[in-house]
């Protein structure tokens, strides 16, 4: 079974500043698709960004990209000029492309990323 | 169409009653999904329709949780005897298949056993 490993369980930055969250995952699949997810406080969870893993290039949204490391399983989130309005819990998730279902979308236990004003 | 929605947001029951959830997925979207996020934990994957047709569950998924989905549009997610070890935040997510990558989330209904 897929694991999702997120072992930051709270981070903090100041407003502007750069931050790193972590994120290792465990598969014998070759092929998959892993994600962050943002959770703010009572608030929906909204998709962060998106890795299919066959794509060398890392995933970019704005001030958000991702340093994916396929072999040694690694997929961590930075956020630059970090602003208020990111402080939230932010999961890491992995799918296989074939998902749905129990197999599917496995999440990690999340970051809680506090932003220092 | 504003995304998927889930009523009621929140519930408090006492132990040993019945408890009902409603999911409205985004329109087109003939996936649905049931997940279960407790205090300081990740979503946990519960159970998963496409149309109308359940097609996967979690062990989670005790006998006392049954989920529908008639007319594959809206689902409801009914927990019978409820317990204390119920408690937690029920996430409805949908997608459009064959997959293309991404869940939308609702908002979560927050159940509180008592």
């Known amino acids: 079974a897929q694991t999702v490993t997120q072992s930051q369980p709270e981070m903090s930055v100041q407003e502007a500043e750069t931050v790193t969250l972590s994120c290792t995952y465990d598969?014998?699949?070759?092929?998959?698709?892993l994600f962050w997810y943002k959770q703010p406080p009572s608030r929906q969870m909204i998709l962060v960004i998106r890795?299919?893993?066959?794509?060398?290039q890392n995933a970019t949204e704005n001030r958000f990209s991702v340093n994916f490391q396929k072999a040694a399983k690694s997929f961590s989130l930075k956020i630059s000029d970090s602003q208020l309005g990111d402080a939230a819990m932010y999961f890491c998730?992995?799918?296989?492309?074939?998902?749905?279902?129990?197999?599917?979308?496995?999440f990690g236990k999340g970051t809680h990323l506090i932003i220092q004003p | 169409d504003t995304g998927v929605s889930q009523d009621p947001r929140h519930k408090i029951t006492k132990r040993g009653q019945n408890v009902t959830f409603r999911c409205d997925p985004i329109?087109?979207?003939?996936?649905l999904y049931w997940y279960r996020q407790t205090l300081g934990q990740g979503p946990e994957f519960l159970t998963y329709?496409?149309?109308?047709?359940?097609?996967?569950k979690s062990r989670l998924l005790s006998d006392r949780f049954s989920a529908e989905r008639p007319k594959g549009s809206f689902s409801t997610l009914e927990i019978q005897r409820t317990e204390q070890g119920d408690s937690a935040m029920y996430l409805c997510?949908?997608?459009?298949?064959?997959?293309?990558?991404?869940?939308?989330f609702g908002e979560g209904s927050r159940l509180t056993v008592l």
């Open positions: 890795q299919e893993a066959y794509k060398q």
């Open positions: 329109s087109e979207h003939n996936r």
């Open positions: 329709f496409q149309n109308e047709a359940q097609l996967e």
């Open positions: 997510a949908s997608s459009l298949g064959p997959y293309t990558g991404e869940l939308f």
């Open positions: 998730a992995y799918r296989r492309p074939t998902g749905g279902g129990a197999d599917g979308l496995t």
């Open positions: 598969t014998s699949e070759s092929d998959y698709y």
